[in-house]
C-alpha cells in the first residue's frame, strides 16, 4: 500500500448489520472475497450469519462443470481430495462459529456424496445449528440415509416445544413420513418448504402450518396442503411419469402456481384454477394431456406455457396480463382478448433445415408480431455449412423489409464450432433485433467469440452482397454497443472493448452479454 | 382548538445534525420504522424530533425517498422501481454511504436494500485495489497478513484474476 487513497474510509463508519445487508447481495464466493479488503471487512465476513456451503465451490473449473453424476466418483483422488479439503473448512467454520458465539440465521449445505466417516460430523454441525436457532436450513445431501432422522432427533428434542424455523429445503436428503410430520409438528412457523427428490418421502401431508406461504416440491407422490390459509406460491414437479396427486383446497389467496410433468386433463386444469381466483402467476411445463385451455381472470399477470406437446388452443381473457411465454408455434395457437405487455415466444430450433422455406416461415412468423416482441431463440442443433450449401443466406432474396424485434434472446445447446456464423446470417435474415442476448456464458463461448467478432469488427462499407439487388445483414447495420448483465437482477452495464478478444476477461460469473444493435 | 379530530395532514419536525429542521407530513414519515415507533410511544408530533446521526444533505435526500413511496399507491409498482433506479443512479460514493447509515439508523427497509445493492454492485467482479480506491478502504494489512486471508479463502479466487 502506498497510501495514497485520500479522505475518510467510509466503510468503518458503517454498523455490522449493514455490511451484512451488503454481503447478502453477492453471490457467496464474491461475499468471501471482499475479506481481502480490510480489517474491517474480513470481521463483517467472519461474522456473517449466513452460511453458504456448496462442495462445487472448491471444485476448479474443470470440475464445476461436472453434474451431480459425475461428482460421486468418490473413486477420483482428484474430488475426493477435494471434497475433504471443502469438508475441512466447512467444520472449522462452523466450529469457529460456536466458539465466538456468532449467530446463524441461514445455512446451506450441498454436498453430493459423502463417506460415512463423516456422519457424526454433520451430526455436530447440525446439533451447532439447531442451539443457534437458525431460521432457514436447506440440505442437499445426497444417499445419506440418517439425515432425516437427524434432523428429527436436533429439532424435535429437547424442552422447547417450538422451534423457530422458517424454511426448510431437503434436496435428495432420505427422510420418511413420520419424520417430516415430527419436524412440522415442532416448527409451526413455517413459511417456505422445499422438498425435492426426497427418497423415503412418497407422501407429504401438511396440516395447521398458518404461515405457510411457499411450497416447491418434486417427485412426491402425494401432496396434501391442508389449513394452510396463506399459502402463495405452489409448485409441483413430477419427471419421469411418475404418479401423482394434489390437494390444496383451503388456500384460497394462492398467487402463483407451477405444474411440471403433471399429466393431467382439461377438465382436471380447469375445475383446478377455478379453485384459485388469485392466480397472478400461471406456469405450466411438460402437462403432455392438455389440449385446449380457456381461461378468464381479471388478475392474471403472467402465463408460461412450455412444452405441452398436445395443446392445440389457449384463449386467455385476461385484461391485466402483462407476459406470456410460450413456444411450440405455429401448432398453437393462442389468442388473448387485451394484448398483453410483453409477448415471449420461444422458439425451439432442433436443426432440421429443409431449405429457404424454414427461414421464410420464421420471418413470417416474426412479423405476425409487433415490435415490443421478445423473442426466444434455442437452438438444440444447427445444420453444418455443407448440408446448407442449396440454403446461400447471402444471395436469398430480401422479400420485403425484414423485422425489427425488441430483443431476441438466444441460446444455443449444442457445440457450434463450424456453423456460428451461419447461424448468425439465418437470425439476422429473419429478425433484426434491437437487442441480443445470451446467458450462459461458458456453454456459449464460441459463439459469442464469433459474434463479437463478426459485429465488431465489420467494415464500415461491407464489398459482400456487390452483385446483388437484396443485401446481406451487414448492410443495413449501423451501430453495435456490448455490454454485460447481472442474471439476478438483469441489471446492465456497458462494455468498451477495442478488440473482441477483450471481452472474456472483462465478463464475470453469474453475467450474460447483450448487443444493442441499431438498425 | 380543543378538537381532537385525526389529521391527515398533520406534521412533524425533524432536525439534522447540522441544525436543519424539516418539516415532514406524517405519513411520510411513517416510512421510518424509528419515526413509527416513536410516533406509537408518548412522543408528541408537537416535539422536534433530533436525528443526531444525519447531516441535512442526506436527511433531504432520504425524505425524499420516503415522500416518493408514501405517496405512491401500489398499483404503481413499476414506477417506484424506476424512481429507485433514477434516485441513486450518479450519487458519489460519500453520498451513497452517508445514505446507508441514514437508512439503517431509520431503519427504512426499502432505502436500505437498494442503497446495499448499489455498494454491492460497485464491488462486483472488480480487482480488490479498484474498490478500495472507489469507497477510500484503508487496507491496514501486512502483506503476509493480506496473502494469508486470501490462502484462506482461496476458493472464492478460483477463476478471478
Known amino acids: 500500500m502506498d497510501g495514497t487513497i485520500e479522505g475518510i474510509d467510509w466503510t468503518l463508519q458503517l454498523p455490522e448489520e449493514s455490511f451484512h445487508q451488503i454481503l447478502s447481495c453477492l453471490f457467496t464466493k464474491e461475499a468471501a472475497r471482499t475479506s481481502v479488503l480490510s480489517k474491517t471487512w474480513l470481521r463483517a465476513w467472519s461474522t456473517y450469519p449466513n452460511l453458504d456451503f456448496v462442495e462445487s465451490y472448491f471444485m476448479k473449473e474443470s470440475l464445476s462443470k461436472c453434474s451431480d453424476a459425475d461428482l460421486k466418483g468418490k473413486d477420483d483422488p482428484k474430488i475426493q481430495e477435494t471434497r475433504e479439503k471443502f469438508l475441512h473448512y466447512v467444520d472449522k467454520t462452523m466450529l469457529r462459529y460456536q466458539k465466538e458465539r456468532t449467530p446463524i440465521n441461514k445455512f446451506r449445505l450441498h454436498i453430493t456424496s459423502v463417506y460415512p466417516k463423516w456422519a457424526s460430523i454433520i451430526d455436530k454441525w447440525i446439533e451447532i445449528l439447531v442451539q443457534k436457532h437458525v431460521e432457514e436450513l436447506e440440505l442437499h445431501l445426497s444417499d445419506y440415509a440418517f439425515l432425516g432422522s437427524l434432523l428429527k432427533k436436533h429439532l424435535c428434542n429437547g424442552i422447547i416445544k417450538c422451534y423457530p424455523l422458517q424454511m426448510l429445503g431437503l434436496k435428495k436428503v432420505c427422510i420418511n413420513e413420520e419424520e417430516i410430520q415430527d419436524i412440522f409438528s415442532r416448527c409451526p412457523l413455517i413459511k417456505e418448504l422445499r422438498l425435492l427428490d426426497c427418497r423415503g418421502l412418497k407422501k407429504l401431508q401438511v396440516a395447521n402450518l398458518h404461515n405457510l406461504k411457499t411450497v416447491h416440491v418434486k417427485n412426491i407422490e402425494e401432496v396434501e396442503i391442508r389449513a394452510a390459509p396463506n399459502l402463495q406460491s405452489f409448485n409441483y414437479v413430477v419427471t419421469n411419469g411418475l404418479p401423482w396427486m394434489f390437494n390444496i383446497d383451503s388456500s384460497p389467496h394462492l398467487k402463483d402456481l407451477m405444474l411440471m410433468g403433471l399429466c393431467m386433463t382439461d377438465r382436471f386444469f380447469h375445475d383446478l384454477i377455478a379453485r384459485f381466483p388469485l392466480l397472478e402467476k400461471l406456469e405450466l411445463r411438460f402437462c403432455h394431456e392438455i389440449r385446449r385451455i380457456n381461461i378468464s381472470s381479471r388478475i392474471l399477470k403472467s402465463f408460461v406455457l412450455r412444452y405441452c406437446l398436445k395443446l392445440e388452443e389457449a384463449k386467455i381473457d385476461a385484461p391485466n396480463l402483462l407476459s406470456v411465454k410460450y413456444d411450440r408455434m405455429p401448432s398453437l395457437s393462442i389468442t388473448t382478448t387485451t394484448s398483453p405487455q410483453k409477448w415471449e415466444p420461444i422458439v425451439n430450433f432442433l436443426g432440421a433445415i429443409t431449405g429457404l422455406s424454414s427461414f421464410i416461415r420464421l420471418r413470417e412468423f416474426i412479423m405476425s408480431f409487433n415490435q415490443s416482441v421478445t423473442l426466444g431463440f434455442n437452438v438444440f442443433d444447427w445444420p453444418e455449412k455443407k448440408r446448407l450449401k442449396n440454403v446461400d443466406l447471402k444471395r436469398m432474396p430480401l422479400i420485403d423489409q425484414v423485422p425489427v424485434i425488441e430483443h431476441l434472446k438466444l441460446r444455443v445447446f449444442s457445440d457450434l464450432r463450424l456453423c456460428c456464423e451461419s447461424l448468425v446470417d439465418s437470425l439476422f435474415w429473419s429478425c433484426h433485433p434491437r437487442k441480443l442476448s445470451l446467458v450462459s456464458i461458458k456453454l456459449n463461448k464460441t459463439l459469442i467469440e464469433k459474434l463479437c467478432e463478426m459485429l465488431m469488427e465489420r467494415e464500415d462499407d461491407p464489398c459482400c452482397c456487390s452483385s446483388s439487388n437484396s443485401k446481406c445483414w451487414r448492410h443495413y447495420l449501423k451501430n453495435v454497443e456490448i455490454g454485460s448483465f447481472e442474471l439476478k437482477n438483469k441489471v446492465e452495464r456497458p462494455l468498451h472493448l477495442k478488440t473482441s478478444s477483450d471481452l472474456f476477461p472483462s465478463l464475470g460469473e453469474h453475467q450474460g452479454v447483450y448487443f444493442k444493435l441499431k438498425w | ?161
Open chain 2, 1 to 161: 382548538m380543543a378538537s381532537s379530530i385525526e389529521n391527515n395532514n398533520e406534521k412533524l419536525t425533524l432536525k439534522s445534525s447540522d441544525g436543519e429542521e424539516f418539516l415532514v407530513e406524517k405519513h411520510v414519515a411513517l416510512q421510518s420504522t424509528l419515526l413509527q415507533n416513536m410516533l406509537d410511544s408518548d412522543c408528541s408530533s408537537a416535539d422536534v424530533i433530533p436525528l443526531p446521526k444525519i447531516d441535512a444533505r442526506t436527511l433531504a435526500l432520504v425524505l425524499g425517498y420516503c415522500k416518493k413511496h408514501a405517496d405512491a399507491s401500489s398499483s404503481k409498482q413499476g414506477e417506484l422501481n424506476s424512481f429507485d433506479s433514477e434516485f441513486l443512479k450518479d450519487m458519489d460514493m460519500g453520498a451513497l454511504f452517508n445514505l446507508v447509515l441514514a437508512a439503517n439508523f431509520m431503519e427504512i427497509k426499502g432505502l436500505l436494500d437498494i442503497a446495499a445493492q448499489k455498494i454491492a454492485d460497485t464491488i462486483k467482479d472488480k480487482p480488490h485495489q479498484e474498490v478500495r480506491e472507489i469507497f477510500h478502504v484503508e487496507n491496514d494489512y501486512t502483506p503476509e497478513e493480506e496473502a494469508a486471508v486470501r490462502e484462506e479463502n482461496r476458493w472464492a479466487f478460483e477463476g478471478f484474476p
